[in-house]
C-alpha cells in the first residue's frame, strides 16, 4: 500500500466529496460482510466517511485512498464488533418445525443476518466472473458463515479471498506480519469450510433462468395460486421469517403455511429487487382502508432450475434499504 504522507496542496469540498463516494458501494460490501446487518454497514460506511473527511487532505498520492479508506473501516467494523453478538439465520437457531406450530414471539433484530441490496454493493457493470464471485459471497448462508469467525480472522478472509488483496498489503492494513495474516487465512478457511463447505469456485448462475423464476413467483404470488406456486420450490426448500426463528422445510410445509397462517399474505402487491445476489421481492399487503402497506422483502435463493429458500424478512424496516415507497394507494395495479 503506498503510505501516507502530508498534502502539499488542498481540494475543494467538492472534488474530496467525489474521491471518498467513488468507494462508497464497495466499501459498503465490505462492511456488511463484516457486520451482516444492511443497517448496521451503512453506519459504518458513514463513520469511514466523516472520519475520512477529516483526514483525507493527510494523504498525498491519490493511489493512497483506496487503501486508507479500508483500513479506516476496517477499524470502525471492529471496534462495532466487540460488543456484538453473532448474527444468525433461522436455520442457525432451531430445527424445522411443521405449519401446525406456533409462530413464537419475536426476536431482537440483532440475532438476525440481514438482507443487503445489490443495487448498494456491487458495481453497474464489470467482468461477468468477477461479479458472479461477488453475487455467491454475498449470499446470505456465507455472510452467516463469516459471523462464526473472530473479527480480525473475519477481516483476513474477506480482504484475501473475495477483495483479493495480498497478504502483504493487509498485514499493513491490520499492523501485523504476513505470516500472521497467513495463519489466520489458514484459520478462517478450516471453520468456514467446516460451517459451510463450498465446491471449487462460485456458483454459475443463469441469471435469465432466475428472473424467470422470479417472474413467475411474482405472478403466482400476487394471483396467490398456491398449488402452482410450491411446484417452484425444491423438494427440501427453506422457507423462514424472521424476526421469528420458526422455519419450514419443503413446499407441502411451505403450501400449508401460506395456505394457513399465511393467508394474510393474500392479494399483496409486488415490486421486484435483487439482494445477496439473488432475486427478491417486496411485499404490500392491503389494510382495513385499501391501502397497500409493506409486509416483507423476500430473498430467493436458486439452484438448479429450483427455489432451494424463500427467505421471508417480515415487516417495513427494510423497505427504505431498497428505496421502496411507505405505502401504495388502493388503486394500485
Keep these: 500500500m503506498a503510505p501516507v504522507t502530508p498534502s502539499t496542496h488542498t481540494l475543494p469540498n467538492t472534488q474530496v466529496e467525489q474521491r471518498l463516494e467513488q468507494h462508497r458501494r464497495e466499501l459498503t460490501g465490505y462492511c456488511y460482510r463484516m457486520l451482516g446487518s444492511s443497517f448496521e454497514a451503512e453506519d459504518a460506511v458513514q463513520e469511514t466517511m466523516v472520519r475520512a473527511w477529516k483526514g483525507v487532505e493527510r494523504l498525498e498520492a491519490r493511489e493512497a485512498l483506496r487503501s486508507w479508506l479500508y483500513r479506516i473501516a476496517t477499524n470502525v467494523c471492529l471496534d462495532m464488533l466487540q460488543s456484538a453478538k453473532r448474527r444468525a439465520q433461522p436455520m442457525d437457531l432451531a430445527e424445522p418445525q411443521t405449519a401446525d406450530a406456533l409462530l413464537g414471539a419475536p426476536l431482537p433484530e440483532t440475532t438476525w443476518i440481514q438482507p443487503m441490496p445489490d443495487a448498494r454493493v456491487l458495481p453497474d457493470t464489470g467482468d461477468p466472473a468477477e461479479l458472479a464471485a461477488s453475487r455467491e459471497t454475498l449470499r446470505l448462508a456465507f455472510v452467516a458463515a463469516l459471523q462464526h469467525l473472530p473479527p480480525k480472522q473475519r477481516a483476513v478472509l474477506i480482504l484475501r479471498e473475495v477483495l483479493r488483496w495480498q497478504a502483504s498489503e493487509v498485514a499493513e492494513l491490520l499492523d501485523t506480519t504476513t ?155
Design 179 to 333: 505470516v500472521s495474516v497467513n495463519s489466520a487465512l489458514q484459520r478462517a478457511r478450516a471453520t468456514i469450510d467446516q460451517i459451510a463447505p463450498q465446491e471449487d469456485g462460485p456458483a454459475q448462475v443463469d441469471e435469465a433462468e432466475q428472473q424467470e423464476l422470479l417472474a413467475r413467483y411474482v405472478e403466482l404470488f400476487e394471483r396467490y395460486d398456491i398449488e402452482e406456486l410450491v411446484k417452484l420450490l425444491a423438494h427440501d426448500a427453506n422457507f423462514t421469517m424472521p424476526p421469528f426463528d420458526l422455519w419450514l422445510r419443503g413446499p407441502e410445509q411451505a403450501k400449508r403455511w401460506m395456505l394457513g397462517p399465511g393467508i394474510a399474505c393474500k392479494d399483496a402487491k409486488v415490486f421486484t429487487r435483487w439482494a445477496n445476489g439473488c432475486p427478491a421481492m417486496a411485499s404490500y399487503k392491503p389494510d382495513e382502508d385499501g391501502v397497500f402497506r409493506p409486509w416483507a422483502v423476500a430473498v430467493l435463493e436458486v439452484e438448479d432450475g429450483r427455489i432451494t429458500s424463500v427467505l421471508n424478512f417480515l415487516g417495513d424496516r427494510l423497505f427504505p434499504v431498497f428505496d421502496l415507497p411507505e405505502s401504495l394507494p388502493p388503486d394500485a395495479s
